[in-house]
């Protein structure tokens, strides 16, 4: 079985990550944060990239693709291996840009089917609330106003774009991202279960 694909975009803070923590609690998904596998990366002993993800992370800029696709590739493999049933995935947080993009479509031609996207959208505003409310705990070292910004004009520049894409081919279920997480969630569950 071919993994089956769900791509998680939206404004740093908009409620990826914690949306995807529910859908996974409600259906027979795998959440693969393109973030978290960075961050990962970043503090395994030995990696040769953890110098490069760090100021990538904190300039709020989009790591090369070479190295995000080959944690994703490498995760779902994994997951794969152990349970062969385990071939829905959210990949969250990617592809980010260009760039993203075409390293997806090259390594993953053919491997993967990309079903829809989740776009969940928010105001800067609340985008910038949020991460700078988590980051008084997060220890996240990209959750600073400074890096914000960074992030929100990365996201601006290069990610809505990538929305707007796959957009036109139909495949974009945009969610109001500024409820509380049980009224997006609501929406969530109404797509999923259409889409399934
Ligand atoms: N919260 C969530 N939902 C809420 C709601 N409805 N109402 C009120 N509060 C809500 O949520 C953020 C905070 O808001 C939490 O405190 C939560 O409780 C609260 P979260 O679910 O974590 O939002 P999320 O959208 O996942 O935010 P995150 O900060 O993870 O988004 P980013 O896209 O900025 O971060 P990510 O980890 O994906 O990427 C970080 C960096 O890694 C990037 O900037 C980039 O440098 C690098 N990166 C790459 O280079 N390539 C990639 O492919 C991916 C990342
Ligand atoms: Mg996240």
Redesign the pocket.
């Known amino acids: 079985m071919k993994p089956q694909v769900v791509f998680v975009l ?12 529910k859908i996974v609690e409600n259906y027979s998904y795998t959440h693969l ?7 990962e990366e970043r503090s395994r002993t030995g990696s040769e990239f953890g110098q490069l ?1 760090d100021t ?8 090369p ?1 070479e190295i ?1 696709i080959n944690l ?1 590739k490498k995760a779902m493999e994994e997951t794969m291996k152990v349970d062969e049933k385990k071939f829905r995935f959210l990949i ?5 840009n260009q760039d ?1 993009l075409q390293g997806w479509n090259t390594v993953m031609d053919g491997k993967a089917d990309v079903k829809f996207v989740l776009f ?1 959208d928010c105001s800067n505003e ?2 910038i609330d ?2 700078l ?2 980051g008084k705990s ?1 220890g ?1 070292t ?2 600073n106003r400074a ?1 914000l910004e ?2 929100i004009q ?2 601006l520049q290069s990610t809505r774009p990538i929305i707007e894409q796959y957009e036109k081919q139909g495949k974009v279920h945009k969610i109001d ?5 049980d ?2 969630f609501a929406d969530v569950k109404n797509i999923l279960e259409k889409e399934s």
């Open positions: 939206g404004g740093p803070g908009a409620g990826k990550g914690t949306q995807c923590a944060s393109a973030g978290d596998l960075l961050r993800i990538y992370i904190k300039e709020g800029k989009i790591v693709v995000t994703l969250d947080g990617f592809p980010r993203n969940f609340v985008c949020r991460c409310e988590r997060s996240r990209d959750d890096s960074k992030r990365t996201y991202a500024s409820r509380s997480v009224e997006v």
